[in-house]
């Protein structure tokens, strides 16, 4: 089983470049969610989705673009990246909040931007 | 707007021994989930192990359980007889289930790295 799949696993960006994080789930979940990690302040949730064709801002947006124009998956686009944007970065998919409260994680995407 | 607390930024704990990891949270909400993810050196984040808030009963799953204490909105996470394999940071998370509007979204502690030595 594939389950959360991230694409890629490393990057490396120069300051004002961009780039796009591919997420895939093959587990026909509808809640698809990015997140990014830093060191001292846990997983910050970037944006999500709660469906096909559907997007929400979550509690750090700024500086990121998502699309999801197929159930299974869920970008994550960079237009300009900055320093500040170092990150590791997750997705996660959850089926729905009737069925299941469990969220299914990809690898992470370790991204430098210098 | 919750906030999770994980005041432990590293602990360490001896082959075979128990350690506790702590977390406090900060909610109006009264129905929510509270989890303990588990991410070892991988990065793959891990499920530990979940608990209802309506439900009084601590989760346990194997080696290790929950004392969670609603009213102090406190949720510790135990791990008995610890393993090498262990060794992860742990993050304490709390998920809204009030409404229709949560959609399972997580609000995350800062981490526990937690070291098990043989």
Redesign the interface.
Known sequence: NAGVTQTPKFRVLKTGQSMTLLCAQDMNHEYMYWYRQDPGMGLRLIHYSVGEGTTAKGEVPDGYNVSRLKKQNFLLGLESAAPSQTSVYFCASSKNRQVSTEAFFGQGTRLTVV | AQT?T?SQ?EMSVQEAETVTLSCTYDTSENNY?LFWYKQPP????I?VI?QEAYKQQNATENRFSVNFQKAAKSFSLKISDSQLGDTAMY?C?F?N?AG?T??????????TILTVHP
Do not use: C, D, E, I
């Open positions: 999770v994980q930024p989930y991988s990065r793959q984040m499920l979940r993050f998370a998920m289930n229709g949560s959609y399972g979204k997580l609000t995350f502690g800062q981490g």
